[in-house]
């Protein structure tokens, strides 16, 4: 059988935590090639690069694996890895593992999950992977089971064309995990507020915050998996298309 080539990025930097995790359990899998920011990426949704030079830089940072540090966001990182450092598209892509989590709408800011949906776009079986804990520390290791498993099952049965999956683990201990849930992305959204501050010159600047809400609560959701306890796997793909309202507007008569 012929060795299965996974391309790995995320969001978070070519340094953190996370991604090491990922390449040490994803590299018993297959031929693993990294390309990742070389700095962090987070909230860089699917953003491009096409103002300034893009920079690839090859690294010495993983034992026995390729790896390559970008200047771009997530989804430049994609594309350099596929046309220019492969020469051609991988058996599976793997983003993450995202330090917090990237449930229901979170999705449209995340980098991680963008690369995973560039990869989607690209007909590239893609999974990104998120923790609910933003510690730069934060302990991976009971997800790394899950990972496998998941990492196998895509390999052997692949994907829909033009999804992948979003996948979030809850901060519990690998005994408090009740399993997985495949489900749906919850209809929640940031109810921003904007922190005014002074800089030592008294010009004012300011500082994003909010808290994350859930519109109407709803089961079989990936915020209702993971306040009980389980990991939500959610099939996403990029069609943001309302089908719902096609024949509204054509009632229209446009």
């Known amino acids: 059988m012929t060795e299965k080539l996974i391309l790995i990025t995320n969001d978070d930097s070519v340094h953190a935590k996370g991604i090491r995790a990922l390449?040490?359990?994803?590299?018993?899998?297959?031929?693993?090639?990294?390309?990742?920011?070389?700095?962090?990426?987070?909230?860089?949704?699917?953003?491009?690069?096409?103002n300034h030079p893009l920079r690839i830089n090859k690294i010495d940072l993983f034992p026995d694996v390729e790896a390559y540090s970008c200047s771009g966001t997530p989804v430049d990182c994609v594309k350099l890895a596929i046309y220019e450092v492969l020469k051609r598209k991988p058996d599976l892509l793997?983003?993450?593992?995202?330090?917090?989590?990237n449930t229901s709408t979170n999705v449209l800011y995340s980098g991680t999950m963008s690369a995973a949906i560039e990869?989607?776009?690209?007909?590239?079986?893609?999974?990104?992977?998120?923790?609910?804990?933003?510690?730069?520390?934060?302990?991976?290791?009971?997800?790394?089971?899950?990972?496998?498993?998941?990492?196998?099952?895509?390999?052997?049965?692949?994907l829909a064309l033009n999804t992948c999956l979003n996948v979030n683990f809850p901060n519990l201990s690998l005994d408090k995990i009740k399993g997985?849930?495949?489900?749906?992305?919850?209809?929640?959204?940031w109810a921003d507020r904007f922190d005014k501050r002074l800089d030592q010159f008294g010009?004012?600047?300011?500082?994003?915050?909010?808290?994350?809400?859930?519109?109407?609560?709803?089961e079989n959701t990936d915020l209702d998996a993971m306040k009980n306890g389980y990991i939500s796997v959610v099939p996403?793909?990029?069609?943001?298309?309302?089908?719902?309202?096609?024949?509204?507007l054509e009632d229209w008569k446009l």
């Open 203 to 218: 010009n004012p600047y300011f500082w994003l915050t909010g808290d994350f809400d859930e519109v109407i609560p709803k």
């Open 119 to 158: 990869g989607a776009m690209e007909g590239i079986p893609s999974i990104g992977f998120s923790l609910a804990d933003y510690s730069s520390d934060a302990d991976f290791s009971h997800c790394l089971p899950f990972i496998t498993k998941i990492i196998n099952q895509t390999l052997n049965k692949g």
């Open 94 to 101: 793997l983003s993450g593992i995202n330090h917090g989590e």
């Open 180 to 189: 997985v849930r495949i489900c749906n992305q919850a209809h929640a959204f």
């Open 236 to 248: 996403t793909h990029f069609d943001l298309t309302n089908y719902q309202s096609i024949s509204i």
């Open 23 to 50: 390449i040490e359990t994803a590299k018993l899998l297959g031929r693993v090639v990294v390309v990742a920011p070389d700095k962090p990426q987070s909230g860089m949704g699917h953003a491009i690069t096409i």
